[in-house]
């Protein structure tokens, strides 16, 4: 029988806590429904993809062949699915813990002040509470801004960005927002395709450049943890080291960095500009946090290409020199909706 066009997947993760279970759907008009069911699976597999397909079933193993062993063939019903890799996003609207970390950056008393930094972060973590109620709670979200007795210095970002990840699960949903200066400087270990490294800048003046941001943000999450980052700087298109990039009808362009930044996480993150561009301030916010509420708000369930191109819109209106990236750490259908 040959292999049903759709199928929804559950992935299933051992460690030395018990098993997880986080599921992905991949809808059209052949399957409407989930076909679930549960089997022993070997004690030694650390990964493992359950694949289903309704309504008499088809169910069985698909796994990483990089990393991970065959496992052994799960058969119901009309007949056995094929083992391939898994190496796309999917869509998944997770069940499990939500936490944010929201930074804003006026510089207050240095020479390089912005003007509406603060208020960004102020607006995305209102925003994660007031949109997304059901899961962002404010106990859940932590606050680094210079007009507070915690500033946003190197040290004190990198313990927000650890507890942040700290502990974090397969079906875990994080978010991340940025808002203050961008800069480039000489790559140092020729990891970048075009001989610089990207980096953020701490209230203490402390670069953090983005191989380091992405050992503390993006390393420690597991496989089907999600991440979604907002970095509102300038020079910050490949800020995350993420291999995929994506051009203006949610196609990926090219990979913008060189192989060994790969991660088996959902890590998406969203720059306010491209690597040799700057992005503009003003005392109502950075466009770029504008326009992410502003198309949120106006329409709720939106596509990644979607909310791309209206996010682009509003910022090419007012910046016409700065464009918007958006780029994951897997290759992923940008029509599916975009959760967080």
């Not at 109620?133 to 507070?148: A, N, Q, S, V």
């Not at 490294?197 to 941001?213: G, K, L, R, T, Y």
């Not at 910050?236 to 993420?242: A, C, E, K, R």
Request: glycine share 8%.
């Amino acid at each position: 029988m040959p292999l049903p066009l759709v199928l929804s997947t559950d992935q299933i993760y051992f460690d030395e806590r018990g098993t997880h279970l986080a599921s992905r759907y991949d809808h059209d008009s052949i399957a409407d429904s989930k076909y679930s069911s549960s089997a022993f699976l070997p004690s030694d597999e650390r990964r493992i993809n359950i694949g289903h397909h309704h309504d008499h079933g088809v169910e069985g193993c698909l796994y990483d062949a990089s990393r991970f062993r065959l496992p052994s063939i799960i058969n119901h019903g009309l007949g056995t699915m094929r083992s391939e890799p898994q190496d796309n996003i999917g869509y998944s609207e997770s069940p499990g813990r939500k936490r944010a970390v929201c930074i804003g950056i006026n510089y207050l008393g240095q020479g390089d002040e912005l003007h509406g930094c603060i208020l960004d972060a102020r607006n995305i973590r209102d925003f994660l509470i007031r949109r997304y109620c059901h899961g962002y709670k404010t106990d859940d979200i932590r606050m680094l801004t210079d007009d507070t007795e915690t500033k946003p210095t190197k040290k004190n970002i990198i313990a927000a960005m650890s507890w942040l990840v700290q502990g974090a699960g397969p079906a875990d949903s994080l978010f991340f927002h940025y808002s203050g200066h961008g800069d480039q400087t000489d790559d140092q270990n020729g990891d970048e395709v075009d001989g610089k490294d990207e980096e953020i800048i701490c209230f203490d003046s402390a670069p953090f450049i983005d191989d380091d941001i992405h050992k503390v943000l993006v390393d420690p999450l597991p496989p089907g943890c999600k991440l979604t980052a907002l970095f509102d700087s300038c020079h910050s298109g490949t800020i995350l080291d993420l291999p995929y990039i994506y051009d203006s009808h949610g196609r990926p362009r090219r990979e913008c960095t060189l192989p060994g930044t790969d991660s088996l996480a959902n890590v998406i993150c969203w720059s306010g500009a491209k690597d040799d561009q700057q992005c503009f301030d003003s005392t109502q916010g950075g466009v770029m946090t504008q326009a992410f509420i502003k198309s949120l708000e106006e329409k709720p369930k939106q596509s990644y290409r979607g909310l791309l191109h209206s996010m682009r819109k509003i910022v090419e209106r007012r910046h016409p020199n700065q464009n918007l990236q958006l780029t994951s750490s897997r290759q992923m259908d940008t029509n599916m909706e975009f959760i967080f």
